[in-house]
């Protein structure tokens, strides 16, 4: 890693639009960037996808760089485009499995109880708020450890693990509501 004061002046020369200042800084970030991201998505292809829009996304952004800890500023917006991919993979999948669901419905051909289980589950979900669907997502269908969910939502682990667990309580609840 680079010192600060070297930083300091490659972000300074980001802001004026130097090429050169803006490929340092690729260089030095880009590693640590992808393996965040590939920590997250498990995937080669959907990392690098989410590097280069960062990457994007950073040049757009770094006249909006105010100071401060720079390395944070770049995993925030690292972040934020890690949620926004995310909420736009959740809004296909939903539409995906709603559009199955109803044709399954049309065509009242039985399912497993499993295949029920699972789109009633998908159903509940769907009825939580937003915030908490996207962590237990993120927990059980992502397979992120609580430390690893705590850390990308900048927020204490026992914070996650409270959310996580009343998510899972009212996800219950519901499910028993709507139980058969």
Request: with cysteine; net charge positive; hydrophobic share 35%.
């Amino acid at each position: 890693m680079k010192n600060p004061e070297n930083l300091s002046q490659i972000v300074a020369g980001c802001k004026k639009g130097d090429p050169q200042s803006f490929s340092q800084l690729v260089d030095i970030y880009a590693t640590r960037c992808y393996s965040y991201f590939y920590r997250l998505t498990s995937n080669p292809e959907q990392s690098s996808d989410l590097l280069s829009e960062l990457f994007v996304k950073l040049l757009e952004k770094i006249g909006s760089y105010k100071g401060g800890l720079f390395e944070a500023w770049l995993f925030k917006i690292a972040s934020n485009i890690f949620y926004d991919q995310l909420r736009q993979r959740q809004r296909q999948k939903k539409l995906l499995e709603n559009r199955i669901l109803l044709q399954n419905q049309a065509n009242k051909s039985p399912t497993g109880s499993e295949a029920e289980t699972i789109d009633k589950l998908q159903i509940q979900l769907e009825k939580l708020d937003t915030e908490t669907a996207e962590l237990l997502t993120l927990r059980f269908y992502s397979g992120l450890s609580f430390k690893e969910l705590a850390k990308l939502r900048s927020e204490p682990i026992g914070t996650t693990l409270s959310k996580v667990h009343r998510g899972l309580k009212k996800l219950r609840e519901l499910m028993e509501e709507n139980h058969d």
